[in-house]
């Protein structure tokens, strides 16, 4: 069973200098969802950012112990823009 701050620490492995928030949304440690704000993002359509956050996570998705993560993906600016600091 998966907790979210070990999540949150292979994305943060993958993607330093990210702002990476991770929850547990049925308490179950095999659904998630995460909120990851990274300058990696600059440029990049959401589907790239989501491959990059799913990148370090590949075994746990491969063998079923992570069964699902939803993501919301944006760069620093991206966030200044929702009106988020």
Do not use: C
């Not at 547990?24 to 359509?45: L, Q, W, Y």
């Not at 370090?56 to 079923?64: F, S, V, Y």
């Amino acid at each position: 069973m998966l907790d979210a701050d070990f999540i949150r620490s292979r994305i943060l492995e993958a993607l330093p200098g990210s702002e990476v928030e991770v929850r547990d949304t049925t308490g179950t440690g095999d659904h998630f969802e995460a909120r990851v704000i990274s300058p990696d993002f600059a440029g990049k359509m959401m589907v790239q950012q989501h491959k990059l956050v799913y990148a370090p996570l590949q075994t746990w998705l491969q063998t079923g112990e992570l069964h699902a993560l939803a993501l919301k993906t944006y760069s620093p600016e991206q966030w200044k823009k929702l009106g988020n600091r």
